[in-house]
Structure formats: structure tokens, C-alpha cells
């Protein structure tokens, strides 16, 4: 054996031995019981496996193919951004306007970047938000998805509601304060389709909050107290307020707080200086604390194997993915899954 081979070899195992190390240590002080306990009191499966808008690697983000897919492989809650149009209507979308997901440029030029409440829900339904995917990520194109329409609550409702699985629904409002009386609409539409107000046979936390807005999730708290509520955060908030205050605002007007997770470290925005916020908030030092205080965690976005495990070793409660069908195997929730059957059985 020669001496670099050797050397190459003591380093390795040496890093393993490290590895490992750390881990047992970030496992043993992460308490991760005090979380389990919190999400199982909550009916919350631990790792909860959140589909981001949808099983969104693989389809045309927040449409009914991302949608029905993620509920076919089992997520256990379907991630959706709710805005509202110009005449009421309640519609999943992520951005502020239509200009990256739809050929908004072509059907209503000018309007390209007019914020979504200023369109009527006939002029989105005359929008192809499914055709972008195509151009962006031809590996996973495919012709079905030519044309699909933006979504209405009802319509995901609708999803949720059939096929293979039940997944529950983990609804952001989105610029809340554009929106005034969104919380409240969204209440009476839940409440209507029997998701919350009757939790004997809803069962618990079908539905989950979610607001970078801690004033959204504070209406919510009096509108629908029994639903769980999740206060995101980002690095503005963080460098804004500090981590102590906001695990204090979550404790006292949620149940959750959204922390990001790993892949920012890595982007191409990394840098040095920004490492210790960028890298470390699904550590333990912060799941830990944010347990001790009754609060559960499920961390943002976490789409490789990789961070799967290492967030939830950190003792984060779930993830949000783009990758719902990594997830589901990395947590050894589904057998390797077959693709095709899948899209088959869903007719995409
Ligand atoms: O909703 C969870 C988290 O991903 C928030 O970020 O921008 O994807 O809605 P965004
Ligand atoms: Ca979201």
C-alpha cells in the first residue's frame, strides 16, 4: 500500500470518526423528545415530508400536476402560497406578479409585472403556467404540461381530497397585508369544505399556517385558534429582531417556526461572513431551544438526501421540499418509487 494511499485512508477515517462524533452530539442535544412530543400531540407526522408548491422538481410549480403527484406519493401536507384576484378569488401563487411562471408577457403585454390582485380570475384563466417548466427544466418536461391553469383554493381542496392519499394542507398567505381579510376568507372556505371548525372528523392538523407576517398569523390565532400556525423566517428577520425575540413571537402567536435550512450555504450567493446564518439555523442549539420553548420546527427547503437526514438528526420536525419523492424514500416513508405509474395513474 503506498504512503499517499495510507494517508488518504487515515484521512478519511479520521473525518468519519469526526463525523459520527458530531453527529451523536447534535443528536443527544437536540431533545429531539420534547419535539416529538409537541407534533404527535399535534397529529403532526414527524418528519412531517411538506410538498413545496407541490412535488415541484418534477412539475410546473403549484399546478395540478405538481399538486396530485406530491398526493400520490404520499406527502403527508401540500405546501400552497394563497393571493387573491382583483374580484375575490382565492388562487395559489408564489410571486408577486405572473411574469416567471406564465406567458403573462404574451397574453397582456405591459401588465407583465402588475401585481396578481390586479387581474380578474377570467384574465389568469386565460394564462399557460405550465409551459415555463418546459423551457427551464427540459429533462423533466413534459407536453402535458402546456397550458395548465393557475389554481383556485377550491380546486387544490378538490385535490386534497382524492386519490391515493389525504395529505393535509400547509397554506402561507402571501403578502398578507395586500391582501386584507385573507385570514378570514380563508377560515369560512376551510371551514365550508369541513378542513377546520370540525376537528372530530377533520381530524388534527389537516391545516397548517404559515406567514413570514407574524400579524397574518396573529388574525389567525383569534379566527381559528385550533389550527396550528407557523411564523417563517429569513435572514432579514433574523439580522432585524434576533433569534430570541423571534422564537418568543412564535411561541406566542404560533405553534411552528420556519427556519431555513442547508442549501443556501452552498449557493451562489455563499459567503464566509454570511456562513453563521446562512448554515446554522436547523442546529441543534436552535431546534433545542426552540422545543424547550413548546415550539416545533420544519425547516426550508431541503432538497438533498443529504441535508434530509442531517436536518432531521439536528432534530427538526419536518421539512419543506421541492423533492417530495426523494423524501419519502430518504425517510423510508415509500418503496423506490416508480415515476411512470405515478404519472400514469394521475394522467400527466
Ligand atoms: O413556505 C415555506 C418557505 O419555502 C417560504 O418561502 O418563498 O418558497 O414561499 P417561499
Ligand atoms: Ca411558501
Known amino acids: 500500500m503506498g504512503?499517499?494511499?495510507?494517508?488518504?485512508?487515515?484521512?478519511?477515517?479520521?473525518?468519519?470518526v469526526?463525523?459520527?462524533?458530531?453527529?451523536?452530539?447534535?443528536?443527544?442535544?437536540?431533545?429531539?423528545?420534547?419535539?416529538?412530543?409537541?407534533?404527535?400531540?399535534?397529529?403532526?407526522?414527524?418528519?412531517?415530508?411538506?410538498?413545496?408548491?407541490?412535488?415541484?422538481?418534477?412539475a410546473p410549480e403549484e399546478t395540478r400536476p405538481a399538486y396530485l403527484l406530491a398526493r400520490e406519493l404520499g406527502a403527508d401536507y401540500l405546501e400552497v402560497d394563497i393571493q387573491r384576484t382583483k374580484d375575490g378569488v382565492l388562487i395559489a401563487l408564489h410571486d408577486d406578479d405572473l411574469s416567471r411562471t406564465t406567458n403573462v408577457a404574451d397574453v397582456f403585454p405591459g401588465r407583465e409585472k402588475d401585481t396578481v390582485n390586479t387581474f380578474t380570475f377570467a384574465e389568469l384563466q386565460q394564462l399557460d403556467a405550465g409551459s415555463w417548466f418546459n423551457r427551464q427544466a427540459s429533462d423533466r418536461a413534459r407536453d402535458s404540461f402546456r397550458g395548465l391553469r393557475i389554481l383556485r383554493l377550491e380546486d387544490l381542496i378538490d385535490i386534497a381530497e382524492t386519490g391515493s392519499h389525504r395529505p393535509?394542507?400547509?397554506?402561507?398567505?402571501?403578502?398578507?397585508?395586500?391582501?386584507?381579510?385573507?385570514?378570514?376568507?380563508?377560515?369560512?372556505?376551510?371551514?365550508?369544505?369541513?378542513?377546520?371548525?370540525?376537528?372530530?372528523?377533520?381530524?388534527?392538523?389537516?391545516?397548517?399556517?404559515?406567514?413570514?407576517?407574524?400579524?397574518?398569523?396573529?388574525?389567525?390565532?383569534?379566527?381559528?385558534p385550533e389550527v396550528p400556525r407557523l411564523l417563517l423566517i429569513d435572514e432579514v428577520m433574523l439580522s432585524e429582531a434576533g433569534w430570541e425575540s423571534l422564537l418568543k413571537t412564535a411561541s406566542e402567536i404560533g405553534m411552528g417556526i420556519g427556519t431555513?435550512?442547508?442549501?443556501?450555504?452552498?449557493?451562489?450567493?455563499?459567503?464566509?461572513?454570511?456562513?453563521?446564518?446562512?448554515?446554522?439555523?436547523?442546529?441543534?442549539?436552535?431546534?433545542?431551544?426552540?422545543?424547550?420553548?413548546?415550539?416545533?420546527?420544519?425547516?426550508?427547503?431541503i432538497d438533498d438526501r443529504w441535508e434530509m437526514w442531517m436536518v432531521t438528526l439536528n432534530g427538526v420536525d419536518g421539512i419543506f421540499t421541492n423533492r417530495a419523492e426523494l423524501a419519502m424514500v430518504a425517510y423510508s416513508r415509500s418503496e423506490p418509487i416508480d415515476l411512470d405509474k405515478l404519472w400514469s395513474r394521475i394522467g400527466y
Open 168 to 224: 393535509g394542507l400547509y397554506i402561507e398567505t402571501k403578502a398578507a397585508l395586500r391582501f386584507p381579510g385573507i385570514e378570514q376568507q380563508l377560515v369560512t372556505t376551510l371551514t365550508a369544505r369541513g378542513w377546520i371548525g370540525h376537528i372530530e372528523s377533520a381530524g388534527p392538523a389537516r391545516v397548517i399556517f404559515q406567514s413570514f407576517k407574524p400579524e397574518s398569523l396573529a388574525r389567525f390565532k383569534i379566527l381559528a
Open 260 to 301: 431555513w435550512g442547508y442549501r443556501w450555504a452552498f449557493g451562489p450567493q455563499w459567503s464566509v461572513k454570511d456562513a453563521p446564518t446562512r448554515y446554522v439555523m436547523t442546529w441543534p442549539r436552535y431546534t433545542g431551544q426552540a422545543h424547550r420553548a413548546g415550539v416545533f420546527v420544519h425547516s426550508w427547503t
Open 18 to 58: 469526526l463525523v459520527t462524533g458530531l453527529l451523536i452530539v447534535s443528536r443527544l442535544s437536540s431533545e429531539p423528545s420534547l419535539g416529538r412530543k409537541l407534533v404527535l400531540a399535534l397529529g403532526i407526522a414527524r418528519p412531517a415530508v411538506i410538498a413545496h408548491r407541490g412535488a415541484s422538481y418534477l
Open 3 to 16: 504512503y499517499w494511499f495510507k494517508v488518504l485512508l487515515g484521512t478519511v477515517a479520521a473525518a468519519s
